[in-house]
């Protein structure tokens, strides 16, 4: 991993190598920081070799953060976007690494929980996912303007942000399953932008839905696949990472070219089932309390338990 300096103006990145364990154990944190949360968790993990690999991710998971947190003075800095293009890559290829470092040091290892593994192999499956599209068709040319290269940054900032935050929070509850997230980010402003805007993009879904009604092959189901496949680009990254193999398994179900008829209805009930389940999580999130009426999606968020059921056979892994 990295270790950061910084000056008044610029951001250096130092190496770190993995064999030393967890110096996290050995900072000295407020207590009301994400650190000392995470470090007294650690404490309590009773099998040292769990407790050292389990140590070693939080370690880099919060010293990406660190990262991404100090480049955000830079972010609105079109003149300087190559330097910090430049960062940003280092955070890729330090994210790059840790990927690795789970894959064959945490997953292999046998004194590892069913829990544990499953939260580690989705964290890799997370960070490759947002990697892959934070630095897909990148614009920092002679032909990208100012305003495209610094909506970029940004988008590459609160993509990893939040990518990393929501790692950190899922490997912490299967350690202590009584967690309160917003114990270990204070961004409740941002998680309360994005579950409004989810509340009305999921909402939009199923309105989309049930605009296919009898002719799901119609204009109606094209612009569903169209919103879908923003939702997908835009609103995503939004949904605990846990959510998104579902959704992106229904995305390559509609978006098939073969599907039509019976099989295309049963499709679409099940996508309904699954987002009117998903739309109530997002609207029983904790920044969201007293904030969203009941009303509010209420007719999409009481559901049978044949249709919670509806949808199972497609929670696929992606």
């Known amino acids: ?124 499956f997370a960070i490759n996912h947002d990697l892959h599209r934070v630095f897909e068709n990148q614009q920092h040319g002679a032909d990208a303007t100012p305003q495209v290269v610094v909506g970029q940054l940004f988008r590459a900032h609160d993509l990893l942000t939040n990518c990393l935050q929501q790692s950190t929070i899922s490997l912490a509850i299967t350690f202590d399953r009584r967690l309160d997230g917003t114990k270990l980010f204070d961004d409740s402003d941002t998680r309360y932008r994005q579950s409004i805007q989810l509340c009305e993009d999921i909402s939009s879904l199923l309105e989309l839905i049930a605009a296919c009604g009898e002719r799901p092959e119609g204009s109606a189901f094209s612009s569903l696949r169209a919103r879908v496949e923003v939702f997908r680009n835009e609103s995503l990254e939004f949904l605990m990472y846990s959510d998104w193999p579902q959704f992106e398994s229904f995305c390559e179900r509609i978006c098939l070219p073969e599907i039509f008829g019976l099989e295309l209805e049963s499709v679409l009930h099940q996508f309904r089932c699954y987002l009117e389940t998903l739309l109530g999580q997002v609207r029983m999130r904790a920044v969201l309390a007293n904030v969203i009426p009941a009303p509010f999606g209420a007719e999409n968020g009481n559901l049978t338990p044949d249709d919670h059921a509806a949808w199972d056979p497609f929670a696929v892994a992606v």
């Open 1 to 124: 991993m990295t270790s950061t300096n910084t000056t008044s103006n610029e951001i250096t990145l130092s190496p770190m190598q993995h064999s030393d364990s967890i110096g996290l154990l050995n900072l000295h944190v407020p207590k009301t920081t994400c650190g000392y949360h995470i470090i007294h968790l650690v404490k309590e993990i009773p099998s040292p070799t769990v407790r050292n690999v389990v140590g070693t991710v939080f370690e880099d998971l919060l010293r990406l953060l660190e990262c991404l947190s100090l480049s955000e003075s830079h972010l609105r800095q079109a003149d300087a976007a190559s330097e910090t293009f430049a960062l940003f890559q280092i955070i890729h290829d330090e994210a790059r690494a840790l990927v690795k470092f789970i894959s064959d040091e945490a997953l292999t290892c046998e004194a590892m929980s069913e829990d544990v593994a499953e939260a580690l192999d989705g964290i890799t």
